[in-house]
């Protein structure tokens, strides 16, 4: 199968060869062998589960949370003619028929879905009448109960599997460690452990701590040194406009990203940086997953990430094309106190996780028993404003909820505007009074979307406006206003998570939050942190080789580019300057004792070289220390 998997690289990506350890995962998937790939951020993941989906008869299963990322993926696989459809958390009913009867019936080779829609029955029933040739599970280290970012609607994979008896599956991930790596093999019910890893250590990225009580002059002073293209990473939204202005203000090209912006804004934001038209990109987290930028230069964190995890994935996006790169952080004296105070908010005392839940239910007037497979759609921030809480532990209580089992609390879901044409296409016609605007607008709409009259179509305002000329405002005001004279049904775009009842609703009392969803976790949350705190603490050991450690990779030698090993390096004098300092020590010793700090005040040399020389003096004996003076033997 070789030459085939050649062939297809050339046909859909252009390329001659394939990187690293992607033909190894390929054939190894390709003969049918369960298979876990651990390849760093930037390693080229996706090629090694679609080439050989290609290669095979049927169906590619892609699971994967990240429902950003799955829709910029099915995009990429259509421009290149390749059949892919997702279904996610959001979805209509009709929407997620018509999706899984296409891959039963439309030859279509990738349907990515998200982990949650795996244990709905309509999924299950439709999975049976399809030909799948394998499965894969992105972000896999997402089924471990010992990995950063545990999901528990990922154990309903192993369950798929027994539906799909004999079907491979290929397990993907950029961050696991030894146990996690085991884990994911035993959750997803390998035959054998079958593991291919890509080493982790990156030979062109510079790990630096920067320590700076101003981080915004700090971060400017950086952009300043460090030409070329960065991304700037922080913890909030507010922050990512605010840095976003002092920057301008300082003459730097910069804008911001995170996921409460809509989508066309998100787009431009992320192409125009791609595009090198803007060359700072401030951001949450929710910027990198899917992007393929290979000259960014710098990657700094203003806010400390909490789990070192989190931060190789976001550090790796930095010289993706083999070129010097810098990951820097930005250390504050306060920052670890600053990273302390996120164990109550991520994990709340089990109390507030009960009162959560209780207030939910006056919300949505759920009385006790029902609610069970109940979709609603959930506003946050109006949730904390009626009920008086703050809404980062909220959040969090209700994650807890979902890995107990108790309810389904998905991320924000962007729905695309939809319209329904509620006349028929003759009484459209007769009608004379709209307006020009109107009329040209819906003509606009009659063009370019089929099917208005029957069924609710997307369709997309920036791509209207540039049709007809009128501002999204305009045709936002058009539209409403048409649908209250009965003309059309107009669903404007939003942005909202959901709460699905996986459940009906339960006592306080009957409510169980196990040790393994609660305490363990939050025991190795705190264990994370601690390495988060050790990792920027540590003055002594390189930096490279600490994160390559965490993930189970002993290295053996130092980077020597992060911070602590050019100050290693800057204090280590070469074997002729040693040998000129040790005589100007010895030539000072021989008309009086000295103390170490009395030594150096009297050659002008940097002091931690002069400290090596004394410290090489008494490891040979030369000299020796007497009631805390040095003295010439």
């Known amino acids: 199968m070789s030459d085939s998997y050649l062939d297809i690289l050339k046909r859909y990506w252009g390329y001659d060869s394939f990187r690293d350890l992607q033909e190894e995962i390929i054939d190894s998937i390709g003969e049918g062998r369960d298979t876990l790939g651990l390849m760093p951020t930037g390693g080229g993941k996706s090629i090694t589960f679609q080439v050989p989906a ?3 008869e049927g169906l590619c299963i892609v699971v994967t949370p990240l429902i950003a990322l799955m829709k910029d993926q099915v995009r990429h ?31 279509y080779k990738f349907l990515y879905i998200s982990p949650e829609r795996l244990g709905t029955d309509i999924f299950r029933v439709k999975l049976l009448s399809m030909k799948v040739s394998m499965i894969t599970v992105d972000e896999s280290h997402c089924i471990s109960q010992w990995g950063y970012d545990f999901r528990p609607a990922y154990l309903k994979i192993a369950e798929i599997r027994d539906l799909l008896p004999g079907v491979p599956v290929l397990a993907l991930t950029a961050t696991a460690t030894p146990k996690v790596v085991k884990d994911i093999q035993q959750r997803l019910r390998f035959a054998r452990e079958n593991v291919f890893r890509m080493s982790f250590e990156r030979k062109n990225l510079a790990y630096i701590v920067r320590k700076t009580e101003n981080k915004e002059a700090e971060l400017a002073h950086i952009l300043e040194c ?30 911001f990203y995170h996921a409460g912006l809509d989508n066309t804004t998100r787009d431009l934001r992320q192409r125009r940086w791609q595009d090198d038209e803007v060359r700072v990109m401030v951001a949450t987290n929710a910027f990198g997953m899917g992007i393929d930028k290979p000259d960014v230069r710098v990657v700094l964190h203003v806010d400390l990430p909490d789990s070192p995890e989190a931060y190789f994935q976001e550090a790796g996006r930095a010289g993706r094309d083999g070129k010097q790169a810098y990951a820097i952080i930005l250390h504050a004296s306060s920052d670890i106190r600053t990273l302390h105070r996120r164990i109550p908010d991520t994990y709340p005392a ?47 209580a209700l994650k807890i909820l979902t890995q107990a ?62 049709r007809t000329g ?87 030698h130092n980077c020597g580019q992060c911070d602590v090993c050019r100050a290693q390096d800057a204090e280590t004098p070469t074997d002729e300057e040693m040998e000129t300092l040790e005589a100007l020590v010895l030539r000072l010793l021989d008309q009086s004792p000295l103390g170490p700090d009395q030594i150096a005040e009297r050659i002008e040399a940097p002091k931690e070289r002069i400290v090596a020389a004394i410290r090489h003096l008494l490891d040979e004996e030369v000299v020796e220390t007497r009631d805390g003076m040095l003295t010439h033997k």
Do not use: W
């Open 54 to 56: 290609l290669a095979k």
């Open 77 to 107: 696989l259509r421009r290149k003619g390749i059949k892919a459809v997702a279904v996610y958390s959001g979805m209509t009913r009709p929407e997620i028929i018509t999706a899984l009867e296409n891959c039963i019936f439309g030859d």
């Open 226 to 255: 460090v030409p070329g293209s960065a991304i700037v990473y922080v913890r909030s939204r507010r922050r990512t406009k605010e840095i976003t202005e002092t920057l301008r203000a300082g003459g730097i090209s910069a804008d």
């Open 350 to 396: 089990k109390e507030y996780i009960l009162d959560v839940y209780e207030h939910l239910q006056y919300y949505y007037q759920m009385a006790m028993g029902d609610g069970f497979q109940c979709t609603r759609e959930f506003n946050l921030e109006e949730f904390c404003r009626t009920y008086h809480y703050f809404p980062v532990p909220v959040d969090s």
């Open 405 to 466: 089992g108790y309810l389904e609390y998905t991320d924000e879901q962007d729905n695309s505007s939809r319209i329904l044409f509620t006349l028929r296409r003759d009484e459209l016609y007769r009608l004379r009074d709209m307006g020009e605007e109107a009329d040209n607008l819906l003509q606009a709409i009659l063009r370019l979307y089929t099917g208005v009259f029957t069924d609710y179509t997307y369709i997309n305002e920036a791509t209207l406006a540039l």
């Open 470 to 556: 009128l501002t999204r405002h305009r045709i936002y005001t058009i539209l409403t206003g048409l649908t209250k004279r009965h003309v059309v049904d107009y669903i404007p775009r939003k942005k909202t998570p959901y709460i699905i009842y996986t459940r009906e609703r339960v006592k306080l009392d009957d409510i169980q939050i196990p040790p393994a969803i609660y305490e363990e976790r939050k025991a190795r949350y705190e264990a994370r942190i601690k390495a988060m705190e050790e990792y920027v603490g540590t003055e002594s050991r390189c930096r490279s080789r600490m994160l390559l450690l965490y993930f189970g990779e002993r290295n053996g």
